[in-house]
């Protein structure tokens, strides 16, 4: 019997790698209810989770062409949900460590005025990043960003599925990242190396 689903899964990736989009649909529905779960766990967050989830499925769909390769479905997708779980745990813990830094920074020295000012011209530098942002993407920044809204609220606010929100934001942080790197290089060189 066992071996009857592991050729029906041999056949799904088949057709997968073929470019059928019905067995993909066939194939996420099947696997996102152990990969969500595991990753939740992993990380704590139905945010990240639903990201890891669509960032998962998105990268198998474009490496479908591989999938007639792989053995062991079920194993190479947890061992995939795994690996970018604890992927974007360290980014996340990086990012957190260089906002803190520069958070402690700003604040032990807001009492100076030429910190003040500089402070003043990276949240202006923020707030014109923002504003070079698509209408679209500018929202869901807002929403997410500085309402504290999760992808799955903003998704059903702005009547959008979570990955389109996902897309966003990712193309949103992506832009104001670059903005802060071609626009304030000096100013956060002056911060971290005061």
Known sequence: MQNRSIDKERVL???VAAGDQ?????????????VY??????????ELAEEILQDIFLKIWINRQNLPEIENFGAYVNRMTRNYAYNVLRRIAHE?????????????EVN????????????????????????????????CHQEGLKYSEV?????????????????????IRTYFVQINTLILFYLLFK
């Open 37 to 46: 779960p595991f990753a939740l766990k992993l990380t704590r967050s139905e």
């Open 155 to 175: 998704a059903g606010r702005l009547n959008i599925s979570s990955s389109t929100v996902h897309t966003h934001m990712k193309l949103a942080l992506k832009f």
């Open 13 to 15: 990736l088949l057709q």
């Open 112 to 143: 100076n005025t030429e910190d003040a000012v500089i402070y003043h011209d990276l949240e202006h530098s923020l707030n014109q990043a923002i504003n070079h942002l698509t209408p679209q993407q500018k929202l869901i920044y807002t929403m």
């Open 22 to 34: 019905k067995s993909f649909t066939i194939l996420f529905e099947h696997y996102s209810k152990t």
């Open 96 to 108: 957190n460590l260089i906002a803190f830094e520069l958070s402690k920074q700003m604040t032990e």
